[in-house]
């Protein structure tokens, strides 16, 4: 259950005023909680309708953006009802909702925020922004199956967009998408004769997993985010739901 704070407090946390400017409207009667006259000291949570002068005052969240690396697992959505939820397994204390998805059996980079355009502007598959995975498969890497990868391939009454595919060993390959269609890599994957065995995430645009340990998560730093708004400078806000 959420704390209940001062209201002169509340009031200067949403940037409304000082907390003695707060405490001269309350005075004044110019304040009101819930339809009824404020008084001095009372305290308040979010959840109350706080007015001034007919007025609704609300705090500003934080806005916040998370990188995690995520453990397979665990389930991308903020429905309490999936068990076990990224948002539960997180606990941040603000809330916060994944950035498109990673199926419960991948793993690897995965964003939270609480900024509805910026998600809009990342996963809109119109915009051509990069999401590298490393993947791992049931028998070995030939050229046949690289080319083919590479060239586009029919999942889903489409035919996915031509991308960047490398291998890396005898049974793991990188590839590039610009794209988001539901389990693509695995339907990729799957229409060549493959299985995929582990599947990782390592890259979101500039976004990386470099640092994070398994299960861990952190804020974005403050360069990342300027190169990540230089990306999106022309990015499409219209919405889009990844769902790979």
């Given at each position: 259950?959420?704390?209940?704070?001062?209201?002169?407090?509340?009031?200067?946390?949403?940037?409304?005023?000082?907390?003695?400017e707060?405490?001269?409207?309350?005075?004044?009667?110019?304040?009101?909680?819930?339809?009824?006259?404020?008084?001095?000291?009372?305290?308040v949570?979010?959840?109350?309708?706080?007015?001034?002068?007919?007025?609704?005052?609300?705090?500003?969240?934080?806005?916040?953006?998370?990188?995690?690396?995520?453990?397979?697992?665990?389930?991308?959505?903020?429905?309490?009802?999936?068990?076990?939820?990224?948002?539960?397994?997180?606990?941040?204390?603000?809330?916060?909702?994944?950035?498109?998805?990673?199926?419960?059996?991948?793993?690897?980079?995965?964003?939270?925020?609480?900024?509805?355009?910026?998600?809009?502007?990342?996963?809109?598959?119109?915009?051509?922004?990069?999401?590298?995975?490393?993947?791992?498969?049931?028998?070995?890497?030939?050229?046949?199956?690289?080319?083919?990868m590479?060239?586009?391939?029919p999942?889903?009454?489409?035919?996915?967009?031509?991308?960047?595919?490398e291998k890396?060993?005898?049974?793991?390959f990188?590839?590039i998408?610009?794209?988001?269609?539901?389990?693509?890599?695995?339907?990729?994957?799957?229409?060549l004769?493959?299985?995929?065995?582990?599947?990782?995430?390592?890259?979101?645009?500039?976004?990386?997993?470099?640092?994070?340990?398994?299960?861990?998560?952190?804020?974005?730093?403050?360069?990342?985010?300027?190169?990540l708004?230089?990306?999106?400078?022309?990015?499409?806000?219209?919405?889009?739901?990844?769902?790979?």
């Open positions: 259950m959420e704390e209940k704070i001062r209201l002169n407090k509340y009031l200067g946390s949403a940037g409304v005023c000082s907390r003695r707060a405490d001269r409207l309350i005075v004044s009667g110019q304040v009101t909680v819930n339809g009824k006259q404020a008084d001095m000291g009372m305290r949570t979010s959840a109350d309708e706080i007015q001034i002068r007919g007025k609704k005052i609300r705090i500003q969240e934080k806005k916040v953006l998370l990188l995690m690396n995520k453990p397979r697992g665990i389930i991308c959505t903020a429905q309490e009802r999936e068990k076990p939820n990224i948002v539960e397994y997180l606990h941040y204390p603000i809330r916060v909702y994944p950035v498109g998805r990673l199926d419960k059996e991948s793993e690897g980079l995965i964003l939270l925020t609480n900024q509805g355009d910026l998600v809009n502007r990342i996963m809109r598959a119109g915009n051509f922004h990069e999401k590298e995975y490393i993947v791992q498969v049931n028998r070995p890497v030939t050229k046949d199956f690289l080319q083919k590479g060239k586009g391939v999942v889903l009454d489409t035919v996915t967009r031509p991308c960047p595919v890396i060993s005898e049974d793991t990188r590839i998408l610009t794209q988001g269609l539901n389990r693509q890599i695995r339907r990729m994957c799957e229409y004769g493959y299985e995929v065995v582990r599947l990782k995430r390592v890259r979101i645009m500039n976004l990386t997993l470099k640092g994070l340990k398994k299960g861990d998560y952190r804020e974005i730093t403050k360069q990342e985010l300027r190169e708004e230089r990306l999106l400078k022309d990015s499409d806000s219209r919405p889009w739901k990844e769902r790979r």
